[in-house]
């Protein structure tokens, strides 16, 4: 069974930037892609990038497309999520999954806070 552990949350100023990690236990982490997603403060779960289990492919919602990179290291069983130009609307706790299938995921971590100050 896959667990999942979110890190690198924290308060940055408007501009700032952010490397967020999720490290995966198990030998078959590097054989799934991973979402991250963040939730804000009375709002839904949103879908925020994805890559693929090779690294090869990547997909992020528009907002975040320019501004956050997905990424991989599978010798570390850990995907990151770099964040760039930080706004204010980025504001939620981030959570990182395993995907099963096509818009399915399971092993939700924990998440990590990222507050954005203005």
């Known amino acids: 069974q896959v667990q999942l552990v979110e890190s690198g949350g924290g308060l940055v100023q408007a501009g700032g930037s952010l490397r967020l990690s999720c490290v995966g236990s198990?030998?078959?982490?590097?054989?799934?892609?991973v979402g991250w997603f963040r939730q804000a403060p009375g709002k839904e779960r949103e879908f925020v990038a994805r890559?693929?289990?090779?690294?090869?492919?990547?997909f992020y919602e528009p907002s975040v497309k320019g501004r956050f990179t997905i990424s991989r290291d599978n010798a570390k069983n850990t995907v990151y999520l770099q964040m760039n130009s930080l706004k204010p609307e980025d504001t939620a706790v981030y959570y990182c999954?395993?995907?099963?299938?096509?818009?399915?995921?399971?092993?939700w971590g924990q998440g990590t806070q990222v507050t954005v100050s203005s």
């Open positions: 890559i693929t289990w090779s690294g090869g492919a990547t």
């Open positions: 999954a395993r995907q099963v299938g096509t818009g399915n995921y399971d092993s």
């Open positions: 198990g030998r078959t982490f590097s054989i799934y892609g």
